[in-house]
Nanobody, 124 residues
């Protein structure tokens, strides 16, 4: 029922920045927790960042804390991931995810809807 479309991925030099966007449709955006996950080749998908449905609470993986910022714009039904000081190990396919708010932790992977993914490649 919910469709998620990511954009903003691409090639960036180490130390640079990218801003990912995820546009949601088909559901009540304001009622959904939103998350970003990533998967590098040969590795399992991992949690990156999440923001609770009302936008007042966020959570980050230790590997990105202080460098990445998640935010949401309810007017545009869009969630963002601002990525600064990018490192080679940030290279991965980044996925946007959504779930109707519940009492579950934001960091688990039991989200109901997923985007197609957008490639982020960090070069040296």
């Amino acid at each position: 029922q919910v469709q998620l479309v990511e954009s903003g991925g691409g090639l960036v030099q180490a130390g640079g920045s990218l801003r990912l966007s995820c546009a949601a449709s088909g559901g009540a955006f304001r009622m959904y927790d939103m998350g970003w996950f990533r998967q590098a080749p040969g590795k399992e998908r991992e949690f990156v960042a999440a923001i609770v449905y009302y936008g007042g609470t966020t959570n980050y993986a230790d590997s990105v804390k202080g460098r990445f910022t998640i935010s949401r714009d309810s007017t545009r039904n869009t969630v963002f991931l601002q990525m600064n000081s990018l490192k080679l190990e940030d290279t991965a396919v980044y996925y946007c995810a959504a779930r109707l708010h519940s009492g579950r932790t934001l960091t688990d992977m039991k989200y109901d809807y997923w985007g197609q993914g957008t490639q982020v490649t960090v070069s040296s």
